[in-house]
């Protein structure tokens, strides 16, 4: 009955893990705006992850599932705050006992912010649009039903764009976390977007605090009577000290398509010391460990991403080139998404995409 996705953030030990599952390859029914959606998938190469026919292959992996929130209306008035940013409503929702506090927009249920100790852990861009009309820059964007402009919607899809609402707030089971649901399904579209994705959907996203860090999941079900096919990415912009300070693991001699070079496939490159940007880049990495981190040498701060049936992952800075951020060298982004293989969901169907960052 869905597809979900889940986040944390936290700052641990850099242990690189490998562990991926793979499954049939997934029909697909979306045309790339330019050039075909198949000449794009013959470039980037063979399918690694899809999630496809029964539960039984899935595989939920421990301490990336679904939480269960308990809401009691004396503690949401001590764990979150709501307010308007912009013309938009915004929640914080906070964990004191661990000293955290994150910040949500509904429009695009996008996370804007996320403090620990009082340290912020997101960029946001100084030009974010909170008028409801753009994509918020910084904090974690969405991108559904379709990542970069590859399919039949505008660039990353309509759930950073849309209004999402809020479900639930609580604490989970055992007391230890504050989280929150919000939801979208496709009643909330208007109608040129339905035109172009004319699919019955109901996605949730769930913003965990707790003692682990942030822990974002993301799931849809398929409310129709027909597959349909999507791709995914949580597009992390990190706050960094200095992009070109910071040193990337968890990529090395991984294959990527390189969206600066007409999405030309490359063999991956060693960096066994991390891989340091010092130019623009916008890649495509296929079938990623599920544990990456960030180390930015001028903060002495390391950036733990564990990630849950998300194989591939995008890492992206404009190095301030045309169309640039201003605060360009203060972000990096790391993305971890279901993109080189879209996720086919059949109706009625439960499957999970899930993320640790
Ligand atoms: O994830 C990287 C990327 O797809 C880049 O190619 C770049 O376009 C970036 O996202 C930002 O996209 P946006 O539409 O938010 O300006």
């Not at 308007?84 to 000293?99: C, D, F, R, W, Y």
């Not at 649009?129 to 919607?153: A, E, T, V």
């Not at 960096?271 to 990623?288: A, C, H, K, W």
Request: proline share 6%; glycine share 8%; hydrophobic share 35%.
């Amino acid at each position: 009955m869905a597809f979900c996705c889940l986040a944390v953030i936290g700052y641990l030990p850099f242990v690189p893990v490998s562990s991926l599952w793979t499954t049939t390859h997934p029909k697909s029914c979306w045309k790339r705006r330019s050039g075909s959606y198949s000449a794009f998938r013959r470039k980037i190469g063979r399918v690694s992850c899809v999630v496809e026919g029964s539960s039984q292959n899935m595989e939920v992996k421990s301490g990336a599932d679904w939480k269960i929130l308990e809401s009691d209306s004396s503690d949401q008035q001590q764990m979150a705050i709501l307010s308007k940013v912009g013309n938009l409503e915004q929640i914080t929702l906070h964990h004191a006992p661990s000293n955290q506090q994150v910040q949500v927009v509904l429009f695009g249920a996008t996370v804007t912010s996320w403090k620990k100790n009082q340290v912020e852990r997101f960029f946001l861009s100084q030009e974010a649009d909170f008028s409801g009309q753009k994509p918020i820059r910084g904090g974690i964007p969405l991108c559904f039903p379709q990542f970069g402009p590859y399919g039949p919607l505008a660039q990353h899809g309509f759930a950073r764009i849309s209004y999402w609402h809020l479900k639930q707030m609580g604490t989970t089971q055992d007391r230890s976390a504050n989280g929150l649901i919000l939801s979208l399904s496709n009643q909330d579209l208007n109608s040129a977007l339905i035109s172009s994705w004319p699919f019955l959907f109901t996605a949730e996203y769930q913003i965990i605090l707790g003692f682990d860090g942030l822990e974002t999941h993301f799931r849809v079900r398929n409310d129709g009577e027909e597959p349909f096919s999507f791709t995914f990415a949580f597009h992390n912009y990190f706050d960094v000290s200095d992009v070109s300070s910071c040193q990337i693991f968890g990529l090395e001699n991984i294959p990527y398509c390189d969206r600066r070079k007409n999405d030309e496939w490359s063999e991956g490159e060693e960096n066994l010391s991390g891989f340091q940007m010092m130019e623009p880049v916008d890649r495509i990495y296929s079938s990623t460990p599920d544990e990456l981190a960030i180390f930015d040498s001028s903060k002495l701060q390391i950036i733990k991403i564990k990630k849950y049936h998300l194989p591939d992952s995008t890492l992206w800075n404009p190095f301030g080139i045309q169309g640039s951020d201003p605060g360009w060298k203060r972000f990096l982004c790391l993305e971890p998404g279901a993109i080189k293989s879209p996720i086919h969901l059949k109706p009625v169907f439960i499957s999970f995409v899930i993320l640790f960052v």
